[in-house]
């Protein structure tokens, strides 16, 4: 190796982006605005026409996101909402703090909630169910909608991993009642701190989604709900509203990256690649890799000066405070299996060859 590769290191933007957003900070220093103001709204113009979709309202953080969507949505105590077992933790989190009970499912080999198993877990006080669109591929949205309608299940996404991820050219997010995005800055689309939006076809949600973020206020001191304050910072949406001139580019330098290490690590080892990644419904947020060999492949990377990481090591419902006594056997195994490779758009073909390499040589060792 001629040089350490970490797993994401974001003082490596290029200087032009660094330029921009510095001069982005100067002019809102200037104006003084800092909430509320013409960038929130510039930043929730562009998300609607990015991602197609009537209302967008921008928010503190996707995890905030989660739970304004289950209040909006009337969800409480005595209520059930299906969640899969694998996932970060703000899934079943915020299902809690709303008083209601998380209802882990497994999931398929891909680490997306088994559409298969929601029959078995469907009872008379399931209010909701939370597709997570996991390392940014989407769940099968069509296939859950024919389920769901019918038995009149509201459909929150957490779509916290999948910006510009599109399934038949829908967008993560704008399938169900409300999507739920979040930007903090390891994500595809990153703010320099925390950041996250709520999106839904449904004005009547809308209205009251801008109300709950900012203390149930319709209007300045007009307070018809009772609501709180998770208002995004203004100047995360002036620095948002100039990263997304970057974001195709960058999409498409992930796109390039995930074909190398494909074309290079196919048929190695006992290597299961992520073949969907170059897809429009997988938005290549992650190059998730499984492998019975997950820890020693990760000290032997870290010994080159590869940095990886694991995403999840542990299913929700063997965490103590989510504990449910059940078994979830293909979650489980993917939380000993997955490994998640560098690929973001500050690398170059170089470093994921080098990479590639060195899993190669592991793999003949091994």
Request: hydrophobic fraction near 40%; include cysteine.
């Amino acid at each position: 190796m001629n040089k350490p590769i970490p797993f994401l290191d974001l003082s490596q933007i290029p200087p032009d982006l660094k330029n921009a957003l510095k001069e982005k900070f100067s002019q809102m220093l200037e104006k003084g605005i800092f909430s509320g103001g013409e960038e929130i709204s510039q930043f929730e113009s562009n998300l609607r026409d990015f991602l197609k979709v009537p209302f967008a309202i921008a928010c503190s953080n996707g995890t905030d996101a989660l739970e304004l969507a289950l209040r909006t949505l009337g969800i409480g105590p005595g209520d059930e909402v299906i969640v899969p077992a694998l996932t970060w933790v703000s899934t079943a989190e915020a299902v809690f703090i709303m008083g209601a009970r998380p209802i882990f499912a497994d999931t398929d080999h891909n680490g997306l909630i088994d559409l298969g198993k929601l029959d078995a877990l469907f009872t008379q006080k399931t209010k909701a169910i939370i597709p997570v669109h996991l390392y940014g591929k989407m769940v099968d949205m069509e296939k859950l909608l024919e389920w769901s309608r019918p038995k009149i299940i509201l459909i929150i996404e957490d779509a916290a991993q999948a910006f510009g991820a599109f399934q038949n050219g829908i967008s993560a997010g704008t399938w169900g009642d409300v999507g739920c995005f979040s930007f903090y800055p390891t994500k595809n689309l990153g703010a320099l701190g925390e950041a996250g939006a709520l999106v839904t076809k449904d004005e009547s949600i809308q209205i009251r989604l801008k109300q709950m973020i900012n203390h149930g206020q319709a209007a300045r001191d007009k307070h018809l709900s009772i609501g709180r304050n998770a208002r995004i910072d203004s100047l995360q949406a002036g620095f948002m509203n100039v990263k997304m001139d970057y974001f195709q580019a960058w999409q498409k330098k992930r796109k390039l990256l995930s074909s190398i290490y494909l074309e290079n690590l196919i048929d190695v080892g006992d290597l299961s690649l992520p073949l969907d990644i170059l897809r429009p419904n997988h938005n290549a947020h992650l190059f998730v890799i499984k492998t019975g060999k997950r820890d020693k492949l990760k000290t032997y990377l870290k010994s080159k000066g590869i940095g990886t990481a694991i995403h999840y090591p542990t299913i929700l419902p063997k965490m103590l405070p989510y504990q449910d006594g059940k078994e979830y056997p293909i979650a489980e195994k993917l939380s000993m299996q997955v490994l998640s490779l560098p690929l973001n758009p500050w690398m170059n073909d170089e470093d994921v060859l080098s990479i590639s390499y060195e899993i190669k040589r592991f793999f003949e060792k091994a």
